[in-house]
């Protein structure tokens, strides 16, 4: 391959790199992983020697070292803040991560979860001590079930792909009760986001793609042929749709995706994470759904977690809710009961207790701070935003679609076209720039797709800002500056790392120094 002057490896050297004796960078310090910090004999408690027990662990009991980091508490406090100052937050900047509705997240929602009526209970409590927390799941179950005008909530899935499979179950759930175990086959759009497939093959179903149109929508004409003369015992089980789409725009068609859906006798599962374009506008009830999980971390304002903890509920329609899940919560005479045993009808347990219960203190404070008309504001916000970011940059950047966006606005790499610079280089360069990238190559439908979701949080001066940015990188790329896009970032403590090795060959375990050695022997 021809480099043309080109770095030939990514991390090559340039004149920013560090050279200091410590590693440091001015304020910035060097952070060496936990184990090559500590030493194992050192640590930061001072406990007495257990004596007088007699070990039952019949000659089982460990003798050599078991390579845990032993550090002192001020050496604990170190790493960990240091580690603290490189991550990216929403607290410290624009997040314009589209499909993941990066908002912020309120002081407020922390003090109501801290309170210790929610913090510091139980699962295994008698319910009748923890009545204050039950009433809040049931209040927020009644919020859920309002904003979307669905008779049903689960609230256990704990984050949204676990909503969906708990929607898809609960349609599985409802097939095999109608004696309908033929059913197998699910749609999805081609640019669905990537957990839907991954939910129906999960819950044994099989995924028939359908294309999308060249307005980012599902092609109706291909959906229509694709059920023709399909009847209600067709073997079509449901459909998987995002709406709004994972190209930020609404499905113009979708009540009559749904008629078509429930006439082959299927479900119609909305994947419901990008919600906060619609919340007090539309109602998913009133569309046609049969499930849709709510992403709390992205509508509702609670922290997002790397598989941590998010929190999923999922509305159901009246075909599927006595297929819902356990434990679900109840009003009864006296105050407020967990159903923890499955009738014949529910798919069973997702988890072994309730769910997210600080997700849940968050996401209600959320809304009953907003209110009604502040839910509503939120959405109208989010929506005016990325049309304002759609308008500022559409004439030097390329929207991949005609017209106006919801909550997030798409551009391709047509834009880049002939400039030597590709959309992961644009992307490395706001790093620079002090911003986390927007969303890269996703959706797949648009080639080079930048995908940017600025939601209700940024202000018109943070938005002009980050617009301003953009416009100079776009400049710089079109003035043939392409070298200086290929060494970015140039300010980041890490520069290109070699994503796809990550990815394929992950180094997950640390291995002492003395044991690499021996390995390599
Ligand atoms: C975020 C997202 C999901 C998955 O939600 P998680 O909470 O990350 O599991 C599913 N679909 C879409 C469109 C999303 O943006």
Request: aromatic content about 6%; overall charge negative.
């Given at each position: 391959?021809?480099?043309?002057?080109r770095?030939?490896?990514?991390?090559?050297?340039?004149?920013?790199?560090?050279?200091?004796?410590?590693?440091?960078?001015a304020?910035?310090?060097?952070?060496?992983?936990?184990?090559?910090?500590?030493?194992?004999?050192?640590?930061?408690?001072?406990?007495?020697?257990?004596?007088?027990?007699?070990?039952?662990?019949?000659?089982?009991?460990?003798?050599?070292?078991?390579?845990?980091?032993?550090?002192s508490?001020?050496?604990?406090?170190?790493?960990?803040?240091?580690?603290?100052?490189?991550?990216?937050?929403?607290?410290?900047?624009?997040?314009?991560?589209?499909?993941?509705?990066?908002?912020?997240?309120?002081?407020?929602n922390?003090?109501?979860?801290?309170?210790?009526?929610?913090?510091?209970?139980?699962?295994?409590?008698?319910?009748?001590?923890?009545?204050?927390?039950?009433e809040?799941?049931?209040?927020?179950?009644?919020?859920?079930?309002?904003?979307?005008?669905m008779?049903?909530?689960?609230?256990?899935?704990k984050?949204?792909?676990?909503?969906?499979?708990?929607?898809?179950?609960?349609?599985?759930?409802?097939?095999?009760?109608?004696?309908?175990?033929?059913?197998?086959?699910?749609?999805?759009?081609?640019s669905?986001?990537?957990?839907?497939?991954?939910?129906?093959?999960?819950?044994?179903?099989?995924?028939?793609?359908?294309?999308?149109?060249?307005?980012?929508?599902v092609?109706?004409?291909?959906?229509?042929?694709?059920?023709?003369?399909?009847?209600?015992?067709?073997?079509?089980?449901?459909?998987?749709?995002?709406?709004?789409?994972?190209?930020?725009?609404?499905?113009?068609?979708?009540?009559?995706?749904?008629?078509?859906?429930?006439?082959?006798?299927?479900?119609?599962y909305?994947?419901?994470?990008?919600?906060?374009?619609?919340?007090g506008?539309?109602?998913?009830g009133?569309?046609?759904?049969?499930?849709?999980?709510?992403?709390?971390?992205?509508?509702?304002?609670?922290?997002?977690?790397?598989?941590?903890?998010?929190s999923?509920?999922?509305?159901?329609?009246?075909?599927?809710?006595?297929?819902?899940?356990?434990?679900?919560?109840?009003?009864?005479?006296?105050?407020f009961?967990?159903?923890?045993?499955?009738?014949?009808?529910?798919?069973?347990?997702?988890?072994?207790f309730?769910?997210?219960?600080?997700?849940?203190?968050?996401?209600?404070?959320?809304?009953?701070?907003?209110?009604?008309?502040?839910?509503k504001?939120a959405?109208?916000?989010?929506?005016?935003?990325?049309?304002?970011?759609?308008?500022?940059?559409?004439d030097v950047?390329?929207?991949?679609?005609?017209?106006?966006?919801m909550?997030?606005?798409?551009?391709?790499?047509?834009?880049?076209?002939?400039?030597?610079?590709?959309?992961?280089?644009?992307?490395?360069?706001m790093?620079?720039?002090?911003?986390?990238?927007?969303?890269?190559?996703?959706?797949?439908v648009?080639?080079?797709?930048?995908?940017?979701?600025?939601?209700?949080?940024?202000?018109?001066?943070?938005?002009?800002?980050?617009?301003?940015?953009?416009?100079?990188?776009?400049?710089?790329?079109?003035?043939?500056?392409?070298?200086?896009f290929?060494?970015?970032?140039?300010?980041?403590?890490?520069?290109?790392?070699?994503?796809?090795?990550?990815?394929?060959?992950?180094v997950?375990?640390w291995?002492?120094?003395?044991?690499?050695?021996?390995?390599?022997?």
């Open positions: 391959m021809k480099t043309e002057g770095p030939t490896s990514p991390m090559a050297a340039n004149s920013n790199d560090v050279t200091t004796v410590s590693g440091n960078k304020l910035e310090q060097a952070t060496k992983l936990i184990f090559e910090t500590g030493t194992p004999n050192r640590t930061g408690v001072d406990l007495p020697e257990p004596k007088g027990r007699a070990s039952r662990l019949g000659g089982h009991e460990r003798h050599g070292e078991i390579g845990l980091p032993g550090l508490e001020p050496e604990t406090m170190r790493h960990y803040v240091r580690l603290s100052q490189k991550n990216y937050a929403i607290d410290l900047g624009v997040y314009p991560l589209g499909s993941c509705t990066m908002k912020h997240n309120p002081r407020l922390e003090k109501v979860a801290r309170l210790p009526g929610f913090a510091d209970v139980h699962p295994l409590q008698p319910t009748s001590t923890v009545q204050g927390a039950l809040l799941m049931y209040e927020l179950s009644d919020w859920l079930m309002t904003l979307c005008n008779p049903a909530v689960a609230l256990t899935p984050a949204g792909a676990h909503g969906e499979l708990c929607g898809m179950m609960a349609i599985r759930a409802r097939l095999d009760a109608d004696g309908a175990s033929h059913k197998r086959r699910v749609l999805v759009p081609e669905a986001h990537g957990t839907n497939p991954a939910t129906a093959v999960q819950c044994g179903f099989s995924v028939d793609e359908i294309p999308a149109n060249d307005k980012g929508r092609d109706m004409e291909a959906l229509r042929e694709k059920l023709s003369g399909l009847g209600a015992d067709s073997d079509i089980a449901g459909i998987m749709l995002t709406n709004p789409n994972t190209c930020g725009l609404f499905e113009n068609d979708i009540i009559e995706i749904a008629e078509l859906i429930h006439a082959a006798g299927g479900y119609f909305c994947d419901g994470a990008n919600f906060n374009a619609l919340v506008r539309v109602r998913p009133d569309l046609g759904v049969d499930a849709m999980h709510i992403n709390l971390h992205k509508t509702f304002s609670t922290p997002h977690g790397g598989g941590g903890p998010g999923g509920p999922t509305v159901l329609s009246d075909a599927l809710k006595d297929h819902a899940p356990v434990p679900y919560v109840v009003k009864t005479d006296d105050g009961d967990l159903v923890e045993d499955a009738n014949e009808a529910s798919f069973g347990r997702m988890c072994a309730h769910g997210q219960m600080g997700m849940y203190s968050r996401a209600l404070t959320y809304m009953m701070s907003h209110g009604a008309d502040g839910l504001q959405t109208e916000d989010a929506v005016l935003n990325a049309n304002y970011v759609l308008a500022s940059l559409s950047m390329t929207p991949a679609f005609e017209g106006s966006c909550h997030e606005a798409l551009f391709d790499d047509r834009f880049l076209q002939d400039t030597g610079v590709e959309t992961l280089d644009f992307a490395k360069a790093i620079d720039e002090g911003y986390h990238p927007m969303t890269m190559y996703f959706p797949l648009v080639h080079g797709a930048m995908l940017i979701e600025p939601t209700e949080s940024e202000s018109k001066q943070e938005l002009d800002r980050f617009i301003r940015s953009m416009r100079h990188l776009v400049e710089r790329a079109k003035s043939g500056d392409v070298e200086s290929k060494q970015a970032p140039i300010y980041a403590p890490k520069r290109r790392l070699d994503e796809t090795q990550a990815a394929r060959k992950p997950l375990r291995t002492p120094p003395s044991e690499d050695k021996q390995a390599a022997e």
